[in-house]
């Protein structure tokens, strides 16, 4: 039996739910692009917080503390074949129970580790790579991560600018991040944002000329030393898929200090 | 002066310090703006490659010391120029919004005298911590000679602090710094080791007690501007670590900037490769319980730049390979060539389900290419040539280009 899923994790997980309580599946695929044929059945599964809750509870207690992050994160991946990599580790970690992260090389561990790493990379770098531009009203970036990175930076971003108002958007998947400043409500330990859906990109371009915009890009020529130049290093650490959004590599013409 | 024009000036001052971690601290958002991590967070990668993680700006580059290495000397003909207090914080508060920086790496200049310096190093501080209630990173110079208590407060404000020492060893600081001296530059740093440990103590009892360099200290090295041999350098950067107990050392190619006779000629290339050998070996001495002896001796004075010195150590002593992964310890592990800190704890916690073989030391991230002439799996030697410090010498270093010969 395949099972077809609508994208959200719970609705990931009422179908890791379905293999256990219902029929065994022989895959999981997101709705949208899934191909039917003639030698396999599907399902398609409605999401049931219920049954999501129950599977998440399983993982945290049968499995290691790490597994529950390891799938997460793999499952923010842009890749395919995740459900399948996410539904082997899971019932492999069901049976072994929290010894699971320690068989680095088990064919249903390792491509999971692997795609989890990368997303974990891919956050680490954003919380750095990531710029905002101020219009007088909010603070607003744009992105276009590898993976759908977007709940992983709220945190963060909620945390350390806690009094601004803040829009990250991900204009690969068409999705933003909402922050609106307020402190965060009584007995919650979670500051509140909102992650929605955008129909078209939106359009905040920082009116006026921002002066500390200018000062940025002086201050990234000046540091550099010009005898160590280096491009091909700086472009490990900074790909060139990533340069557009970043205001430093914007054409930037020195006047004679 | 305009502040575009300040920044010019004061950022081409300061670039050649090397430091710019933001790590070794983790703490929320616990007033206005800002926070810390502990793994530290780089925001961009200028065209050197090195990374971008703090404002690395001097306050002032107005300086009454003429040493010789350094590009503010006093005798030197330089545009020169200081920020007050709000333009600094200004900048920083407003550069972190935007999620430019990780905080703000302070150093001066001694301007009028260190006392007068520090003061107004303080004065940053106060006005970023106390008005602004900002708690990004803040990584901040001692001023060598400034009083103790100025020293201590700047302490209660900074999350890390250091004092350059430049130079390894007491004969190089007097030819290239004379209005310094050695026990100027350990004074601070042994005051701040004891006060980290007091504060430690303290609050262990009292919760209340203020946090004191919650990141410790580091301090940098130029490499290339005096004769030291890369045995007085690593010697002086084992003492520093166990003496101060401090968390990193960083080395500094030396860019020739002044004409001197006692430094190299302006057109000389910084030596970058001896900066990467000395900073591999620094890994050795703090992740790969190396002890200096072992990397250097008096006849192995200078690193190889043909090879890492982890693998200059294997190759010296080839009584130790190859050795057996499933049974070597961690340390012995790290010995390796090709097996690093990562590596070896998988290793170390794979074997305990099941004995590793040598086709699952790839997947484990073991640069197998090095690896392969230093170890048995199961009691197998797998390794493509037997195992023979020549051989392997020949194989992995890299051969020296082939040039045209001269016709005459």
Wanted: glycine share 4%; aromatic share 12%; charged share 25%.
């Amino acid at each position: 039996m395949d099972y077809l899923y609508d994208g959200t994790f719970d609705g990931f997980l009422t179908c890791i739910y379905h293999n256990y309580y219902d029929e065994a599946a022989d895959g999981i695929y997101p709705r949208e692009f899934y191909q039917p044929s003639l030698m396999n059945r599907w399902m398609l599964v409605t999401p049931d917080q219920q049954h999501a809750a129950r599977v998440y509870q399983a993982i945290e207690e049968k499995m290691a503390g790490d597994s529950l992050h390891n799938i997460y994160y793999a499952f923010l991946a842009q890749y395919p074949n995740k459900e399948t990599i996410i539904l082997n580790y899971i019932r492999l970690g069901f049976r072994m129970g929290s010894t699971i992260d320690s068989y680095h090389t088990h064919p249903h561990v390792q491509p999971l580790h692997k795609i989890a790493r990368k997303v974990t990379a891919e956050v680490h770098r954003f919380l750095g790579l990531l710029r905002f531009s101020d219009n007088g009203r909010f603070l607003h970036a744009r992105l276009a991560p590898d993976h759908n990175i977007l709940p992983m930076l709220a945190d963060h971003f909620a945390e350390r600018l806690k009094h601004e108002r803040w829009i990250i958007e991900d204009e690969k998947r068409n999705q933003a991040v909402i922050y609106d400043g307020f402190s965060r409500p009584k007995g919650s330990r979670q500051r509140h944002w909102y992650i929605i859906c955008l129909d078209d990109p939106l359009n905040c371009e920082a009116g006026a000329e921002d002066p500390y915009q200018e000062l940025w890009k002086l201050y990234f020529n000046r540091i550099a030393i010009e005898s160590r130049r280096n491009l091909r290093l700086q472009a490990q650490f900074v790909p060139r898929r990533y340069r557009k959004n970043l205001l430093e590599f914007e054409p930037f013409s020195e006047g004679d200090p | 002066m305009d502040t575009m024009t300040k920044l010019s000036v004061l950022t081409g001052a300061a670039k050649y310090d090397v430091s710019c971690a933001s790590s070794g601290v983790s703490r929320g958002n616990q007033g206005k703006m800002g926070s810390t991590s502990q793994c530290g967070i780089c925001h961009a990668w200028s065209d050197d490659g090195r990374c971008i993680s703090l404002l690395k700006v001097l306050l002032s580059n107005d300086c009454i010391y003429d040493c010789r290495y350094c590009v503010n000397r006093r005798s030197n003909d330089v545009p020169r120029a200081s920020f007050t207090a709000q333009e600094i914080a200004d900048l920083t508060m407003q550069f972190y919004r935007r999620n430019y920086i990780e905080g703000l790496f302070l150093s001066a200049a001694v301007e009028k005298s260190p006392d007068y310096t520090m003061e107004k190093i303080i004065r940053v501080l106060t006005l970023l911590r106390r008005t602004y209630e900002f708690y990004g990173y803040i990584h901040v110079k001692i001023i060598p000679g400034a009083d103790p208590l100025l020293v201590q407060q700047a302490g209660f404000l900074a999350d890390r602090m250091s004092v350059n020492i430049e130079q390894p060893c007491e004969q190089s600081l007097r030819l290239m710094a004379p209005q310094k001296t050695l026990p100027m530059l350990y004074s601070p740093m042994a005051q701040v080791r004891d006060e980290i440990k007091t504060f430690k103590e303290d609050r262990r009892r009292l919760r209340h007690t203020p946090k004191f360099v919650p990141a410790g200290q580091s301090t940098q090295m130029i490499v290339g501007a005096s004769q030291d041999s890369d045995m007085t350098i690593l010697q002086t950067t084992s003492h520093l670590y166990k003496i101060f107990g401090l968390k990193r050392v960083y080395f500094s190619a030396y860019v020739p900037v002044n004409q001197d006779s006692n430094l190299p000629a302006l057109a000389t290339a910084p030596p970058l490769l001896r900066e990467h050998r000395l900073y591999q070996s620094d890994w050795l001495l703090r992740y790969y319980h190396f002890q200096v002896e072992e990397i250097v001796d008096p006849q192995h004075a200078n690193l190889e730049p043909e090879i890492d010195p982890k693998m200059s150590w294997a190759l010296r002593h080839p009584e130790f390979f190859p050795l057996e992964i499933n049974r070597a310890s961690y340390e012995e592990l790290l010995r390796v060539p090709g097996i690093g800190v990562k590596s070896a704890q998988r290793i170390l916690r794979q074997r305990r389900m099941a004995a590793v073989s040598n086709d699952e030391l790839k997947k484990l991230g073991v640069a197998y290419k090095r690896a392969q002439y230093f170890i048995t799996c199961k009691g197998i030697y797998a390794g493509s040539h037997p195992f023979d410090p020549v051989t392997v010498r020949r194989i992995l270093a890299p051969q020296p280009q082939a040039t045209q010969l001269s016709l005459f």
